[in-house]
């Protein structure tokens, strides 16, 4: 059988188990599996375009193999989970990178030799080398947001879109160039000033990658990065089409798409476009807090909480970043096994912003066993909510912020939130009356029905606990 037909069919069997791989990460119960399947799929992928080369430099390819597999490993074991998002910007930005490499390549070797450009393979070059250098920057000056190495907030200056727009002007008639004066023929012998155009472009996409990311509040830096991972994706796909590789274009494009529908998904959570997550400057300091809101909180001991929580037949948790950074995610679940051992009707609800990164509640709870049929999205609760007997906000701020919905100037204003302001008890679980990642103050600590029990979440948790072993 011709090689070429076999590699079409293995590239199909590896894009097969991506698709599957992809659909069943939607699910908590199938994630771990899908991710294999994925993996397996990429392995057969790689082994697959091995076959097709003649001239192996194994040397090299282990090594770059051995150096990966060990920062892969170190990462998994040593970056805590609240790093995760940083740690997704940053392979993101890696991705951008890489496929920049492979359209630079692609020219380098070919530009002055004996096999001509045509004019799809010099538009797919630029593409990469674009989409990818804006990917690499903006996921570097995402992540440096997100570790707090610069500055959250959003800098801002005059004319800053006027400015943003002139260099993407400035990028497309630089492409439109490359691609006219590309080398077309046999032994062109290239030309140094369609070299520098490309390097040109390069530069002027890593600028433009940092100068549109850094007018971005740390708070919507998910988004962003859904989004860079959204482009990293589609500077792989455009990679496949300027190196003419079936399976690379096909994840590309998965990659890209799927980035996408996240970051819809996460705009929708927070009732924002993304034109309004990427221009506004959402989080400078004119914005944030909105009214400063009056009243006096009612702290309670957990040894109120839990009679509170003992008399409770139902009982809905709202975790939040708190819980995360607390790590309480075991003793919120013992906490509900023992509710449910009481009598009462248990749900975690889950929104979708919640933390630090998509699905990280998920994540934390099902790393703690918490059965997946009781994890619920604020739809599932808000209709009801004024049945539930106690709502737990475990470390939870900007996602259960009334202000969201009672207050126009705040900048929250329109988010859907869960609404445990309307449960008839709301026992919040923090540390102080400080406000969220949003930087908004929030007036549901001075509601008649919340209550807060000061504290470490998972000290308050742990003593929770002991109220109903004891
Ligand atoms: P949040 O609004 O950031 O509030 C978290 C609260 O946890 C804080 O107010 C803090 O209050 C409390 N906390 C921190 N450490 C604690 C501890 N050890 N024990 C108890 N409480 C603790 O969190 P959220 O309600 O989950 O909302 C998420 C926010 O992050 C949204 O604004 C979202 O847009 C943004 N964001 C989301 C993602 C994502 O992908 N999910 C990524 C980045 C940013 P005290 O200091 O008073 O304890």
Known sequence: MNPQLIRGLCY???SGFFIFGLKMLSSPRTARRGNIISAIGMLIAIATTLTALTDIKWVWLLAGAGIGSVVGALAARLVKMTSMPEMVGLFNGFGGLASLLVGWSEFHF???????????????IF?????????????????GKLAGMITGKPVLYKGQNIANAAILAAIVAVGIFFCVLRPDQ???????????????????????????????????????????NSYSGLAAC???????????????????????ILTRIMCKAMNRSLANVLFSGFGAATTAQGEGYQGEAKPVSAQDAYLMLEAATSVVFVPGYGMAAAQAQHGVRELGELLEQ???EIKYCIHPVAGRMPGHMNVLLAEANVPYELLVEPQD????????????????????NPAAKEDQNSPLWGMPIIEVDRARTCIVLKRSLNPGFAGVDNPLFFKDNTRMLFGDAKASIGALVSEFKQ
């Not at 000033?193 to 830096?221: E, H, K, N, R």
């Open 127 to 143: 593409l990469t080398v674009l989409i990818g250098g804006v990917t690499f920057t903006g996921s570097l000056v995402a992540f």
């Open 342 to 344: 009481n009598g009462a």
């Open 381 to 400: 609760v808000n209709p009801t909510i004024e049945t539930v007997d106690v709502a737990v906000v475990i470390g939870a701020n900007d996602v259960v």
């Open 12 to 14: 199909i069997v590896a």
């Open 110 to 124: 070919n530009w002055a030799g004996t096999d001509p450009l045509s004019l799809f393979t010099t538009v797919a």
């Open 186 to 228: 046999p032994d062109a012998g290239g030309s140094a000033l369609v070299y520098s155009l490309l390097i040109l472009a390069i530069i002027q996409a890593f600028t433009l990658g940092v100068l549109s990311t850094i007018p971005i509040g740390g708070a919507d830096m998910p988004v962003v990065i859904c989004l860079l």
């Open 238 to 260: 455009a990679a496949g089409f300027a190196i003419g590789n079936n399976v690379l274009i096909v994840s590309g494009s998965l990659v890209g798409a799927s980035g996408l």
